[in-house]
């Protein structure tokens, strides 16, 4: 099954844009009356039939709509501080996708050596990242934002993770998601020279849980796909 | 910390291979008295003096040692096809390395495009994640063999999953996981193109398992890595 994605549908149809109708017409050869399946990356699936099969307008009408199409029963926001090794960052962004992330928060951290991030790569590696694994509604990647921002702007109905490395009492990961019954999730998770002091102390002001992910070593895109993982694992 | 690696120790004397040799004195310009960690491969960690310092013969004095050096409490072994793209198959050996695996086998099924699979570059690979997540052992990259070969080769004291896309009644891994006390595991993950029935039909003739592994869709080199965590997980 392949999964085609369009954001611009108006009342029984769908419209593509132009990398889109070129995949469909040119590259994969669809012709009108094809029936095709298209995420709208908000969660919904939308059985079509293929009209206009130009591969610079393409347009399908919608025969039937499904809801919450490879859905997760959680609602997972995840704020990293990107690595310095970009390819590293985006396998992250792409890993976390397939298992199930709703928004993803570049962070900079007091000790990032990245100050900067830009977003536009890793939009394109979720999108092709939610189609391969057939879900219907595509990750948020939201604008680089400083770890303090993250941490102020979180709502308080949500079950608040942060990992890092000073020594103190930690829960597991999965300890504190088992001692939890919210299924909203954030998790934010340091730079690769760990949260500052103060970072952490803002955290545990505003509510977040200090966690640690077991016993490895793990890189910081390790980090996060285990912190990914282990909502995933509460679930499965 | 950095730790560096050699297999060739006799009695309080540690060798390096003219790699390793090169890494020490020529990159990190360690000289004569400098205090030095070095893992045997075989999950001990050895604390060393540095003696010779040529980046053609270096060797170092054995100080003391330290068992069990970043082990995990329980033993893994992992067959996966090989994908058709290498590169993720060489991430998925990273990753489990850095959360903790005992033995890769690369394995060929019936379906799989891949039908050969040198390990040269893997065992590279996961020794290069092994000293970077500071592990005392590495993980055992075995030839190749045959996804029946390797089913029928597994001792009998072993929790043995396998994860395939059929329909039928499957226990999460998770939950096979918690059902058994066994602390060895080994978990099968079949090709792209599944495995066969034959080799499904062999595998349960064994006393495999069969699980699933959660609901999303993932691609072979991220259903790897959900089994290795979800065994990481369940002892963290």
Known sequence: MELFYSNDIRGDLVYFDQDEAC???????????????VM?????LLHCRLEEDSPKAASALILSREEGFGAHPYTLTLAVCPTKNNERFEWMG??????GMDVLYPVIGEHSERKVYKTERMKRIVLSAAKQSLKAA????????????FICSRPDDELKLIA????GQKLSI?????????S???????PEGDFSAEEVQLALDKGFVPVHLGTSRLRTETAALCAVMAVYNKYM
Do not use: W
């Open 23 to 37: 995949h469909l017409i040119k590259v994969l050869r669809h012709r009108r009356g094809d029936e095709i399946a």
């Open 40 to 44: 709208d990356g908000k969660g919904c």
């Open 94 to 99: 792409e890993k976390a996708t397939e298992f």
């Open 138 to 149: 595509i990750p948020l990647v939201e604008e680089c934002v400083s770890v303090k921002d």
């Open 164 to 167: 890092y490395c000073f020594e």
């Open 174 to 182: 999965k300890e504190a998601l088992q001692n939890s019954s919210c």
């Open 184 to 190: 909203k999730v954030s998790v934010l998770i340091g």
